[in-house]
Structures are given as structure tokens and as C-alpha cells.
């Protein structure tokens, strides 16, 4: 057989970055990025490089499976795919029929075919689908709403043409998207500034010009003195702000009294080196990046950071200019179509309310197109606002990546039937009565990427091999499931490839035109609008709402007085801060063949002076503990994190006896910390939560940062 070159998009986390896959004799040989691409060159990140072992490793789902013993025992048969989608098909319906569709529950990490998805539960009659999105960026996309009338994914920052990024705890160099990682790093190397901001000392602290190791949880009080600077030394852009803001005096007035000098208790920066960041900005506006930052579930007033980090950014007046945030365009700004969605046709309205309140009277702010999956356990519990009877999990892992695992584990104990579509053992799976086994990335094509951007553009991902195993790409799984379900009439093709064939008519592109490039550009030059006359602001009243008329008419204040943030009171207290490490992503990729050899499991950071005081060294065996579970693991003792704050690599813990390589691996954070949430943003606080931490008498084998990272 010849080599064969396929160009398509990496799923080893959900950035999908776009790989050319080596393809010999039917195994993939190699992947590298996709140097058609700007600014991404060959670079593929640690994780990337690993996809060859997820293809073949054998310890991934391979057949659909149906249960056998008790929930969670490990026990299923093997059963073909008529026989499981048959046996969820007359579940779903029995179900349907007793409870009503409402109570039948769809959660996922949003992907390409989440229109999928969501039109299967549309036409079930059912409102609960959600997304992963509130536990990531819930209150970032509420903020950016709340701002500009657009959602966070909607807009983007301009990394590369910055003069000066100051970045709050947005660590790109461990977790990573490729493009930004090279737009900073070529940023740098061009000269301009990095101020780093985190409790902990991460990689990207590293690199950075000036690193404020910042106590947890102060940001929003760094950024109010920022602001009363940059406003009382007429720092910002006037003209700017005079044109295209609404609430700016309402923020002078409110920020007066918030000093540097205030500022510096507590936070514990130097008021002084506050407001030379700020004079900086100012000299350097408007190519002056207040990065936004990517996971924002860290606090219950989350949104309010958020804003006050959009807040200065328009204050440097970097809207639409080189290094500052932008709009994102669509195919519509080059006067072309846009691909077409299953859920543009017209589909059943659903009768009852959603079972998260989101959009309702409890989250009111919290985007509906994605939901609040954090409150599943509670709906289920209470039965409130009714019975949940059944949940479909797909690429998704509502135990691992929820907060309150212990919870979450006793709600879904609850549940008539449980289904997960997963390519690998996760705790979630592990708890499943049926498992149906997705194509990995590499096996499969997938729905149409449209990636809006300074250029808008689209991708796909092709399928580079045949599947190894007996699995299907979840939009077959979902249809066949619907055909069963008697609503196959939504579903209008036989196989993805028609789907895709489907979605692009009327775009001016066919599925041949991405083989050459593996994407289509529908412009040649980037899109800007003009700062003067040009921006679309979407807000009711067509300016950047520092005064939000969004929060005000839900009964939330726009400038909520800033509240101090607690310390530990006792001795063995740390605030639980979680992240990422640049082999894992999440909690799936902890049973790879390769990455778990490179960090088998996490430990647990603590500082040196308050490890002293409970007797701990490096390496030293801890139980950590909260009121919501508990775990054993190796310190990790530095000066390298703040005294406040133990940090844990989060996705580790994993109790799935068949994903033998990370069964038993280090603590899940997800077991410690307490499930809250941003009442107007609408993402958990994973950072609200106290741990105590003890030193373990037994000996066990030891294993420090450096051994966990060899
Ligand atoms: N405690 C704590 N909780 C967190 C976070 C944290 O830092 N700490 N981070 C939050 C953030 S930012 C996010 S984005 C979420 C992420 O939450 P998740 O999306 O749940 O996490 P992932 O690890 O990305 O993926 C979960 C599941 O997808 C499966 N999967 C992977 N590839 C495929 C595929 O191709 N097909 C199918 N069908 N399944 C696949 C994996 O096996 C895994 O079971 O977690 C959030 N939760
Ligand atoms: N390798 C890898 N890369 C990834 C992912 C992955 O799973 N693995 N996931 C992708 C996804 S979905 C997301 S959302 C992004 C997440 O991207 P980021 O949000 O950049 O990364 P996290 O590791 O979640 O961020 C946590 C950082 O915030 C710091 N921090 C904790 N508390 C505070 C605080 O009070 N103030 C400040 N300033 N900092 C604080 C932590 O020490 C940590 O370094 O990463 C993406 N890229
Ligand atoms: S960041 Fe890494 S794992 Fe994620 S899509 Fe890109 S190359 Fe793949
Ligand atoms: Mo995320």
C-alpha cells in the first residue's frame, strides 16, 4: 500500500488542533501539526504526540457492552450494536412513556457534533441537553455577555501582536493550544513584556518578565486597584472609551477608594509594582493584552473577575486592534454561507423546563445553550424541579469533571438507566449499564469545524484508518438510536461522510476541497472593523455595558463591593487550587500507554514553611481530606506556591479497575472539592474549597515532582 498523507484534527483534547497524519500499510505512522496552517507550524503539544497510542491501545473500549453485575462492579457482556442500541431503545422509551421526555437527561463536552445531539434531544421532546461549558468558561461567557453581547467563544485575543500580555493564571505553556503557545512564545521572542499572575510557580511563570505570586483567590482586588489608577492617572484611552463605553463614570466613582495601597494587604503585591503595571498598560495602548483566561470556574464571584479583566481591556481601548481582543467572523462577514446544522431544521419545542434552572429563575444569567451540569446531582436527588430518570453521557465525565464526586456517584446510584459514549474506561463508564464505544479521531470523520476567526475558515476532520475495533462515530450511534426511537426523520443521512456532504451545500465548498490543505478559507486577509465607526456591539444599548443592563435587570449588581477573601485558619488548612499538566489532558488521557509513563500521578504542592510546621518533607506520603472525600499521595515541598494554597494536577484518582495504568493513581481533586456555584456566572467555585492535610506515618514508596515527571 502507498503512503498516504491525511490532513485532520487532533482529539487528544478538545482545542483540536489540525495534524497531517502519516498514513503506511493502514497504520498511522506519525503526526505532526498542520503546517498549511498559520502560525502553527509542524508543532503538535505532548499529548498530540500520543494519539498513536491511544489507536492501539487495548485497554480502550472496543465492543458495545451491556452490564451484568452491580453498578460499578466491572462486570458487562459483550453485545453487538443492534442488541445495545435495541436495549437502550427500550429503556429510553419506557421512560418516555412513565416519566415524560424531560426526564431523560443528555450531557457532553461540546464537539463537532453536539447539533447532533442536540436535536436528538429536541426531537425526544426532552430540554435537558447540556455541555461541559459552565465547569470551563461558564462566567467567562456570562462576562463577555454581560460586556459586548457576545459569548467568550464568539470573541478572541491577538496574543501575537501584543506589546505587553499580563496573564492571570492563564498558564498557555502547560495548558496548551498549540497556536497560542507559538503566538506567545514568537511574541516574546519579538520583544514584547509577560507579566504572569499565580499563587504557584508554573511553567509559564518561568518564562515570564515579571511573576506576581499573587495570594489565592485576590484578583479581583489587584484588578479594582489597576483600574483606579489607570482611571486616576489618565491612563486609558479617552477617546475610546468616550465612544464606545457605557458605565464609566458609575466605575470611577465605584474603584476611587480602591487603592494599590488596599490593594497590596490583600493580594500581597507591592502597591508600588500595581502601579507601575499600570502606567506600563498605559504607555503601550493599545496593543496591551489583559488576557481573559481560559478555564474560569475558580470562585463564586467569578464573572466579576472576569469583567474587571474585559473592563480593562477596553480601557486600553485594544478592541479590534493588534494585540487586543477581537470579534470573530463568520462567513456571513465575507458575504458568504455559513455550513448548515441538523438544528436548523425546525424540531419540536420541548413542554417543561429545563431540570438545571438555567435561564430560569435560579441561574437566570447562565447560558442556556449549555446549561449547568453541576446541578445534575441535585436534580436527581431532590427529584427537583422533577425525576431524572436516565442519563446519556457522551465524551463526557460527569463523576471526574464535576466537583463533589462522592455526590455525584450517590445521585447517579439513583438513576433507571445510565449510558455512556466513551472511547475509554472513565469513571463514568465505569458506572454505566451500557457502554457504546466511539471511533477514536483517528478512525473517524466527524461534523464540519466552522472556526471563526480574523479569517473565517472551516475544518474537518477526516478519517486517517479504519476503525480497530467494533466502534462508530457517535453520529451514527445517535441515529441509529433515533431510528429506533421512531425520530430517524431528523436524522438525514447514512453514514457521517453524507452529513458532512450535507452541512457544507450551499457553502461553496465540497469534502474533496479539504484534501489538499485539510481546510477551506472562505477570505483571504483578515477581517477588522474599524474602531472608530466599526463595532458591532451587541448589548441593548449598542455600547460596551461596564454598567450591564444584563446583570442589573436580573437583580445583580455591576460593581459588587469587593468582599476579602478568608485565609486558612488552622495549621493543616490549604486552599485546594487545581490545573493542568502539559501531558494531560483532563481526566482522560491518564491511561495512555506513553503519557502515563511520563507522569504516572499527581502530588500534592504545598510550601516548605507550612510543610515544616506539620512535619512533612518532599516525597513524603500525605492524606488530604476535605468534607467531601479524601485521598493518599507524595508532597510535593517547594517555595514554588503560595502559603494559602496546595495545588493538585487535576484528572488523576481514577477507581476503574479496566483502565489498569491509572487505576489507583494519585487523588482526584474532584473527590475533595465542594460542589458551589457562581450564581450569575454560572460556573463552579473548584477553588472555594479548604483541604487538610496530614503526614502519613506508614512508609510507602515516595515518589517527588521529578520522579512524577521522568
Ligand atoms: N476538579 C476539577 N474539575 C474540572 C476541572 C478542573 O481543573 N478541576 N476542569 C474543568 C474544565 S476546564 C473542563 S473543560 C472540564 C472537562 O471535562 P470533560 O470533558 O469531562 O473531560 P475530558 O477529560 O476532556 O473528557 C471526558 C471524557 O471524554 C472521553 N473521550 C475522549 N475522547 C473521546 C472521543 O473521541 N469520543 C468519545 N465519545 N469520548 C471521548 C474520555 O474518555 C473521558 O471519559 O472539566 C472541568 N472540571
Ligand atoms: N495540557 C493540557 N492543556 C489543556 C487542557 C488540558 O486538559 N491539558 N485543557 C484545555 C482546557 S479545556 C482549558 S479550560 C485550558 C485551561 O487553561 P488555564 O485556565 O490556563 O489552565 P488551568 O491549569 O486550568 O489554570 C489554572 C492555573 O491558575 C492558577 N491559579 C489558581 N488560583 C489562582 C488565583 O487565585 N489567581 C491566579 N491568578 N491564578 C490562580 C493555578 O495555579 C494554575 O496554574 O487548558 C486547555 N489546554
Ligand atoms: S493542544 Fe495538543 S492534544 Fe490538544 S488538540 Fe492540540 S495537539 Fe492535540
Ligand atoms: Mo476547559
Given at each position: 500500500?502507498?503512503?498516504?498523507?491525511?490532513?485532520?484534527?487532533?482529539?487528544?483534547?478538545?482545542?483540536?488542533?489540525?495534524?497531517?497524519?502519516?498514513?503506511?500499510?493502514?497504520?498511522?505512522?506519525?503526526?505532526?501539526?498542520?503546517?498549511?496552517?498559520?502560525?502553527?507550524?509542524?508543532?503538535?503539544?505532548?499529548?498530540?504526540?500520543?494519539?498513536?497510542?491511544?489507536?492501539?491501545?487495548?485497554?480502550?473500549?472496543?465492543?458495545?457492552?451491556?452490564?451484568?453485575?452491580?453498578?460499578?462492579?466491572?462486570?458487562?457482556?459483550?453485545?453487538?450494536?443492534?442488541?445495545?442500541?435495541?436495549?437502550?431503545?427500550?429503556?429510553?422509551?419506557?421512560?418516555?412513556?412513565?416519566?415524560?421526555?424531560?426526564?431523560?437527561?443528555?450531557?457532553?463536552?461540546?464537539?463537532?457534533?453536539?447539533?447532533?445531539?442536540?436535536?436528538?434531544?429536541?426531537?425526544?421532546?426532552?430540554?435537558?441537553?447540556?455541555?461541559?461549558?459552565?465547569?470551563?468558561?461558564?462566567?467567562?461567557?456570562?462576562?463577555?455577555?454581560?460586556?459586548?453581547?457576545?459569548?467568550?467563544?464568539?470573541?478572541?485575543?491577538?496574543?501575537?501582536?501584543?506589546?505587553?500580555?499580563?496573564?492571570?493564571?492563564?498558564?498557555?505553556?502547560?495548558?496548551?493550544?498549540?497556536?497560542?503557545?507559538?503566538?506567545?512564545?514568537?511574541?516574546?521572542?519579538?520583544?514584547?513584556?509577560?507579566?504572569?499572575?499565580?499563587?504557584?510557580?508554573?511553567?509559564?511563570?518561568?518564562?515570564?518578565?515579571?511573576?506576581?505570586?499573587?495570594?489565592?483567590?485576590?484578583?479581583?482586588?489587584?484588578?479594582?486597584?489597576?483600574?483606579?489608577?489607570?482611571?486616576?492617572?489618565?491612563?486609558?484611552?479617552?477617546?475610546?472609551?468616550?465612544?464606545?463605553?457605557?458605565?464609566?463614570?458609575?466605575?470611577?466613582?465605584?474603584?476611587?477608594?480602591?487603592?494599590?495601597?488596599?490593594?497590596?494587604?490583600?493580594?500581597?503585591?507591592?502597591?508600588?509594582?500595581?502601579?507601575?503595571?499600570?502606567?506600563?498598560?498605559?504607555?503601550?495602548?493599545?496593543?496591551?493584552?489583559?488576557?481573559?483566561?481560559?478555564?474560569?470556574?475558580?470562585?463564586?464571584?467569578?464573572?466579576?473577575?472576569?469583567?474587571?479583566?474585559?473592563?480593562?481591556?477596553?480601557?486600553?481601548?485594544?478592541?479590534?486592534?493588534?494585540?487586543?481582543?477581537?470579534?470573530?467572523?463568520?462567513?456571513?462577514?465575507?458575504?458568504?454561507?455559513?455550513?448548515?446544522?441538523?438544528?436548523?431544521?425546525?424540531?419540536?419545542?420541548?413542554?417543561?423546563?429545563?431540570?438545571?434552572?438555567?435561564?430560569?429563575?435560579?441561574?437566570?444569567?447562565?447560558?442556556?445553550?449549555?446549561?449547568?451540569?453541576?446541578?445534575?446531582?441535585?436534580?436527581?436527588?431532590?427529584?427537583?424541579?422533577?425525576?431524572?430518570?436516565?442519563?446519556?453521557?457522551?465524551?463526557?465525565?460527569?463523576?471526574?469533571?464535576?466537583?463533589?464526586?462522592?455526590?455525584?456517584?450517590?445521585?447517579?446510584?439513583?438513576?433507571?438507566?445510565?449510558?455512556?459514549?466513551?472511547?475509554?474506561?472513565?469513571?463514568?463508564?465505569?458506572m454505566s449499564d451500557v457502554i457504546l464505544p466511539e471511533s477514536v479521531y483517528l478512525e473517524r470523520t466527524d461534523c464540519v469545524q466552522a472556526a471563526n476567526g480574523m479569517k473565517p475558515q472551516l475544518y474537518l476532520r477526516q478519517k486517517a484508518v479504519p476503525p480497530r475495533y467494533?466502534?462508530?462515530?457517535?453520529?451514527?450511534?445517535?441515529?441509529?438510536?433515533?431510528?429506533?426511537?421512531?425520530?430517524?426523520?431528523?436524522?438525514?443521512?447514512?453514514?457521517?461522510?453524507?452529513?458532512?456532504?450535507?452541512?457544507?451545500?450551499?457553502?461553496?465548498?465540497?469534502?474533496?476541497?479539504?484534501?489538499?490543505?485539510?481546510?477551506?478559507?472562505?477570505?483571504?486577509?483578515?477581517?477588522?472593523?474599524?474602531?472608530?465607526?466599526?463595532?458591532?456591539?451587541?448589548?441593548?444599548?449598542?455600547?460596551?455595558?461596564?454598567?450591564?443592563?444584563?446583570?442589573?435587570?436580573?437583580?445583580?449588581?455591576?460593581?459588587?463591593?469587593?468582599?476579602?477573601?478568608?485565609?486558612?485558619?488552622?495549621?493543616?488548612?490549604?486552599?485546594?487550587?487545581?490545573?493542568?499538566?502539559?501531558?494531560?489532558?483532563?481526566?482522560?488521557?491518564?491511561?495512555?500507554?506513553?503519557?502515563?509513563?511520563?507522569?504516572?500521578?499527581?502530588?500534592?504542592?504545598?510550601?516548605?514553611?507550612?510543610?515544616?510546621?506539620?512535619?512533612?518533607?518532599?516525597?513524603?506520603?500525605?492524606?488530604?481530606?476535605?468534607?467531601?472525600?479524601?485521598?493518599?499521595?507524595?508532597?510535593?515541598?517547594?517555595?514554588?506556591?503560595?502559603?494559602?494554597?496546595?495545588?493538585?494536577?487535576?484528572?488523576?484518582?481514577?477507581?476503574?479497575?479496566?483502565?489498569?495504568?491509572?487505576?489507583?493513581?494519585?487523588?482526584?481533586?474532584?473527590?475533595?472539592?465542594?460542589?458551589?456555584?457562581?450564581?450569575?456566572?454560572?460556573?463552579?467555585?473548584?477553588?472555594?474549597?479548604?483541604?487538610?492535610?496530614?503526614?502519613?506515618?506508614?512508609?510507602?514508596?515516595?515518589?517527588?515532582?521529578?520522579?512524577?515527571?521522568?
Amino acid at each position: 500500500m502507498e503512503d498516504t498523507s491525511v490532513y485532520s484534527l487532533c482529539f487528544m483534547c478538545s482545542i483540536r488542533c489540525p495534524i497531517r497524519v502519516l498514513v503506511k500499510n493502514g497504520q498511522v505512522q506519525w503526526i505532526e501539526g498542520n503546517d498549511n496552517v498559520d502560525g502553527l507550524g509542524k508543532a503538535l503539544c505532548p499529548r498530540g504526540a500520543a494519539g498513536i497510542a491511544l489507536l492501539n491501545d487495548t485497554q480502550r473500549v472496543q465492543t458495545p457492552l451491556i452490564r451484568e453485575g452491580e453498578r460499578g462492579s466491572g462486570k458487562w457482556r459483550k453485545a453487538s450494536w443492534d442488541e445495545a442500541l435495541h436495549y437502550v431503545a427500550e429503556k429510553i422509551n419506557a421512560i418516555r412513556n412513565s416519566d415524560g421526555p424531560q426526564s431523560i437527561v443528555f450531557g457532553e463536552r461540546t464537539n463537532l457534533g453536539t447539533h447532533v445531539s442536540k436535536t436528538f434531544m429536541k426531537a425526544l421532546g426532552s430540554p435537558n441537553h447540556f455541555t461541559h461549558d459552565a465547569l470551563c468558561k461558564g462566567s467567562a461567557n456570562t462576562a463577555f455577555r454581560s460586556m459586548f453581547g457576545y459569548t467568550d467563544a464568539q470573541m478572541g485575543a491577538d496574543i501575537k501582536g501584543a506589546k505587553h500580555i499580563i496573564l492571570y493564571g492563564r498558564n498557555i505553556l502547560e495548558a496548551i493550544e498549540v497556536k497560542p503557545v507559538r503566538a506567545l512564545l514568537s511574541a516574546i521572542e519579538g520583544g514584547a513584556k509577560l507579566t504572569y499572575i499565580d499563587p504557584r510557580v508554573s511553567v509559564t511563570a518561568t518564562k515570564a518578565h515579571d511573576y506576581w505570586m499573587i495570594r489565592p483567590g485576590t484578583d479581583l482586588a489587584l484588578n479594582y486597584a489597576l483600574i483606579h489608577v489607570i482611571i486616576g492617572e489618565n491612563l486609558y484611552d479617552r477617546d475610546f472609551v468616550n465612544r464606545w463605553v457605557t458605565g464609566f463614570e458609575e466605575l470611577q466613582k465605584f474603584t476611587a477608594g480602591y487603592t494599590p495601597e488596599w490593594a497590596e494587604g490583600e493580594t500581597g503585591i507591592a502597591a508600588g509594582r500595581i502601579k507601575a503595571l499600570a502606567r506600563e498598560a498605559g504607555k503601550n495602548r493599545p496593543n496591551v493584552l489583559f488576557h481573559h483566561g481560559y478555564r474560569a470556574a475558580h470562585h463564586k464571584n467569578e464573572i466579576y473577575l472576569r469583567r474587571s479583566i474585559l473592563i480593562l481591556n477596553s480601557l486600553m481601548g485594544n478592541l479590534e486592534a493588534p494585540g487586543g481582543l477581537f470579534f470573530k467572523k463568520g462567513p456571513g462577514e465575507a458575504g458568504k454561507n455559513g455550513i448548515r446544522k441538523l438544528t436548523d431544521q425546525a424540531l419540536p419545542k420541548p413542554e417543561a423546563a429545563r431540570f438545571d434552572g438555567c435561564g430560569l429563575a435560579a441561574y437566570p444569567l447562565a447560558d442556556p445553550a449549555h446549561g449547568i451540569p453541576q446541578r445534575l446531582p441535585y436534580a436527581i436527588l431532590n427529584a427537583d424541579p422533577y425525576p431524572v430518570r436516565a442519563l446519556i453521557a457522551n465524551r463526557f465525565d460527569p463523576i471526574a469533571s464535576m466537583p463533589e464526586a462522592n455526590t455525584t456517584r450517590k445521585a447517579l446510584e439513583k438513576l433507571d438507566l445510565i449510558v455512556s459514549i466513551d472511547i475509554n474506561f472513565s469513571e463514568i463508564a465505569g458506572m454505566s449499564d451500557v457502554i457504546l464505544p466511539e471511533s477514536v479521531y483517528l478512525e473517524r470523520t466527524d461534523c464540519v469545524q466552522a472556526a471563526n476567526g480574523m479569517k473565517p475558515q472551516l475544518y474537518l476532520r477526516q478519517k486517517a484508518v479504519p476503525p480497530r475495533y467494533d466502534t462508530l462515530e457517535a453520529p451514527m450511534i445517535l441515529k441509529k438510536l433515533a431510528d429506533r426511537l421512531g425520530i430517524g426523520e431528523y436524522f438525514p443521512y447514512d453514514s457521517v461522510e453524507e452529513l458532512v456532504d450535507w452541512q457544507l451545500e450551499g457553502t461553496g465548498f465540497m469534502r474533496s476541497d479539504f484534501a489538499e490543505k485539510g481546510f477551506v478559507s472562505y477570505s483571504k486577509n483578515p477581517i477588522r472593523w474599524d474602531r472608530e465607526n466599526g463595532l458591532k456591539i451587541k448589548t441593548p444599548s449598542g455600547k460596551i455595558e461596564f454598567r450591564s443592563s444584563l446583570l442589573e435587570d436580573a437583580g445583580f449588581p455591576s460593581f459588587p463591593e469587593y468582599e476579602p477573601v478568608p485565609e486558612p485558619t488552622d495549621k493543616d488548612a490549604f486552599r485546594l487550587i487545581t490545573g493542568r499538566v502539559a501531558t494531560h489532558t483532563h481526566v482522560s488521557t491518564q491511561n495512555n500507554l506513553y503519557l502515563s509513563e511520563i507522569f504516572p500521578e499527581n502530588v500534592l504542592w504545598i510550601h516548605k514553611e507550612r510543610a515544616a510546621a506539620l512535619d512533612i518533607a518532599d516525597g513524603d506520603r500525605v492524606r488530604v481530606h476535605s468534607a467531601w472525600g479524601e485521598g493518599e499521595l507524595n508532597a510535593y515541598v517547594s517555595d514554588l506556591i503560595h502559603r494559602d494554597a496546595a495545588f493538585l494536577v487535576h484528572g488523576f484518582g481514577h477507581r476503574v479497575v479496566r483502565a489498569g495504568r491509572s487505576y489507583n493513581r494519585g487523588v482526584s481533586d474532584a473527590d475533595l472539592i465542594e460542589n458551589v456555584t457562581d450564581p450569575a456566572g454560572g460556573s463552579p467555585g473548584l477553588h472555594e474549597t479548604f483541604v487538610k492535610v496530614e503526614k502519613r506515618r506508614r512508609k510507602t514508596k515516595g515518589m517527588s515532582l521529578l520522579d512524577a515527571h521522568r
